[in-house]
């Protein structure tokens, strides 16, 4: 159940703005582990400066052309090395000590995987509004968290990855799938 690597999936559409701080949000978790940590950015046809800033970073940079966010996703995780994967909108940080959490929890044998709980780094009309989703799904009927993903890569690809035919929900589609594999599999779902 040891944890040998982690990969750090960022997908990136035009996120010159926010995309230095998400890379040194993982390079800052990630000096709480003593596990190698990759981080994988995915550039979705970016025509910003989003490429150029992730570049002075020691990343992976990968091009994904069709505009799916779960295909980003999905082609971040296909081409990850990492027997652990952790997703993260390139908008979005993560804390100091989630690395460190994800590894404590997957380390039990007890968590299949699962999401965190968050607050989001900006806000917007379509964020509420997903949000507001999200919740009446999720805390009213399921109860899953989601935002930043984690699961060891195995896992990932025997629920099918992220529905690349879904265009919105696709990470509440993920989360309850990982969580039905959980559940048949005797193990939790986990909120860092």
Avoid: Q
């Avoid at 652990?84 to 460190?100: K, S």
């Avoid at 993903?149 to 919105?168: P, Q, S």
């Avoid at 990982?178 to 193990?187: I, Q």
């Amino acid at each position: 159940l040891c944890v040998r690597k982690i990969s750090v999936i960022i997908p990136a559409h035009n996120e010159e703005k926010y995309i230095r701080g998400s890379i040194e949000s993982v390079i800052n978790a990630s000096k709480n582990i003593k596990i190698e940590t990759e981080i994988i950015v995915v550039l979705n046809n970016c025509t910003d400066n989003t490429e150029s800033i992730a570049k002075s970073y020691d990343v992976i940079l990968i091009k994904e052309e069709i505009p799916n966010i779960s295909r980003v996703r999905n082609t971040g995780i296909k081409n990850a090395s990492g027997d652990v994967i952790v997703t993260l909108d390139a908008d979005n940080t993560m804390d100091p000590g989630v690395l460190a959490e994800v590894v404590r929890h997957l380390e039990t044998g007890k968590y299949i995987g699962g999401g965190i709980s968050a607050r989001p780094d900006r806000y917007s009309i379509g964020i509420l509004l997903t949000a507001l989703l999200a919740f009446s799904i999720i805390n009213l009927k399921k109860r899953v968290s989601l935002v930043l993903f984690w699961a060891r890569k195995e896992d990932i690809e025997r629920v099918g990855y992220f529905d690349e035919d879904l265009f919105m929900a696709e990470d509440i589609d993920f989360a309850l799938r990982l969580k039905e594999l959980a559940k048949r599999r005797s193990l939790k779902y986990g909120t860092i």
